[in-house]
């Protein structure tokens, strides 16, 4: 359906495609942002799977990145205009730039995710063969390129970077601004009233209590059938602020809302060791990477962005049904190696050096793995990460003018709670070695008790 475009978005004589979703409703997209839409590059993430092998133990979980990059544009839309309802911008035209920027980095931060999403990224080649010319000179390029690597590869791309040029008051680097720190901005862009807006709206796209995560967790807990991900998000958006100070603007959250973020960061860690880390997907995961690694393999994830784009779910299923490996096979059919044994705790109470040495004397072929769920990864044992800037949090007390503000790690003591990681460890043998493993630990415990 299409319907004349609301005033407040900038855009005249021009028209909103409506997109029907089963988690926001009715999402509305420009007709400029269409144009980014239909990219190939974007059109990609419709044939990859959000959750990797999750539609093994989870049927229901075959939804793409796609339709997840849409819901995070609608929701940074509306974080957007929650967070600046009340700001008076100095630039006619900064409200509207910086609402547009912002959605579109939303759209476009995930497009270098690679087949089943982060189950193959253990398979990306060294970063600098990626060609990026625009992150900073602190970024190292001495480590394995990433999906965030490849995303601004793609934003790099001139393909789509004059598209952006050519329909955005701004460019694809602006973009890729938002989605890494890394990337260096030289312009005043992101300046209105002398202060920096870039903080705020990275945060809206990647921070504590971003929309990536308000989207793929209700989208995955509703796709899976698992509950853990229902999280009050239209309380959390209708609470986030903007909140100016050093020079820059930062995202914040209005203190009526803490404990719905609480909730929110706990259904995310739930969601992780029962849904992300499930005993089925993990095995699968463990088999690409024998099959991957292994001689035989020819399937390799080019650093060519142009070439890069039909690596996807498709052309991966079309390798492993092609291939004559054990592993592939194992996984083209659905054979995995069986659980024989599972241990949850800290990473310090998990180990399975006796369980590994038992069938390694016992000459049982065997894969261990170990997943490892931590509330934060911006907010680590306390310690806040580097180029994580904070989120802070307002109070407003009744029959007081002024207000309160700290931070999230002073406004609440979920991080402290939920210090410690938590590990599930598992082994795993053949369905030819299930029963003689199964008895060996069986002594092993007895003898251990």
């Not at 959750?51 to 509306?78: E, I, Q």
Request: some cysteine; hydrophobic content about 40%.
């Amino acid at each position: 359906m299409l319907a004349v475009i609301s005033p407040y978005l900038g855009f005249r004589e021009e028209r909103l495609l409506e997109v029907r979703d089963p988690i926001h409703g009715a999402m509305r997209i420009s007709a400029e942002e269409t144009r980014v839409v239909d990219h190939p590059f974007v059109q990609r993430l419709r044939n990859i799977f959000s959750t990797g092998f999750s539609y093994l133990p989870f049927p229901g979980a075959t939804h793409s990145r796609y339709s997840h990059s849409l819901g995070v544009m609608h929701l940074a839309g509306k974080a957007f205009d929650s967070a600046f309802e009340d700001w008076r911008f100095k630039e006619p035209d900064a409200r509207q730039r910086f609402r547009s920027v912002v959605r579109l980095a939303a759209l476009c931060h995930d497009l270098g995710h690679s087949p089943f999403s982060h189950c193959t990224e253990f398979a990306m080649p060294a970063l600098d063969t990626l060609g990026l010319s625009w992150y900073n000179n602190d970024a190292s390029t001495a480590r394995r390129a990433t999906h965030e690597d490849y995303t601004i590869g793609f934003l790099q791309h001139e393909s789509l970077a004059s598209l952006i040029a050519a329909h955005f008051p701004f460019s694809s680097r602006h973009v890729a601004a938002l989605i890494s720190w890394d990337v260096d901005i030289h312009d005043s862009f992101f300046v209105d009233n002398g202060l920096n807006h870039r903080e705020i709206l990275s945060q809206i796209i990647s921070s504590e209590m971003d929309v990536d995560r308000l989207d793929y967790l209700v989208r995955d807990s509703y796709y899976s059938g698992a509950r853990y991900g229902q999280v009050d998000v239209g309380w959390l958006l209708t609470n986030m602020e903007a909140y100016a100070h050093d020079g820059r603007v930062s995202l914040a959250l209005d203190s009526k809302a803490i404990y719905a973020f609480d909730d929110f960061m706990i259904a995310r860690h739930h969601m992780f060791l029962m849904v992300y880390f499930h005993h089925k997907s993990v095995v699968y995961e463990e088999l690409m990477k024998r099959w991957v690694t292994s001689d035989a393999c020819d399937w390799v994830l080019p650093a060519d962005m142009e070439e890069y784009m039909f690596w996807d779910d498709s052309s991966l299923q079309v390798h492993l049904r092609h291939s004559t490996n054990e592993w592939a096979r194992r996984i083209v059919e659905r054979r995995p190696y069986r659980r024989v044994y599972e241990a949850h705790g800290t990473p310090d109470e998990v180990d399975l050096t006796d369980e590994v040495a038992l069938l390694q004397e016992a000459g049982i072929d065997y894969i261990a793995a170990g997943s490892t769920g931590k509330l934060s990864r911006y907010n680590v044992f306390g310690q806040k990460r580097d180029k994580a800037p904070r989120i802070h949090v307002i109070s407003r007390d009744r029959g007081h003018a002024s207000a309160t503000v700290t931070t999230l790690d002073g406004a609440t003591q979920v991080f402290q709670r939920y210090a410690d990681a938590r590990r599930l460890a598992r082994v795993y043998v053949s369905d030819n070695d299930e029963e003689k493993a199964r008895a060996l630990f069986a002594v092993f415990c007895g003898r251990q008790e």
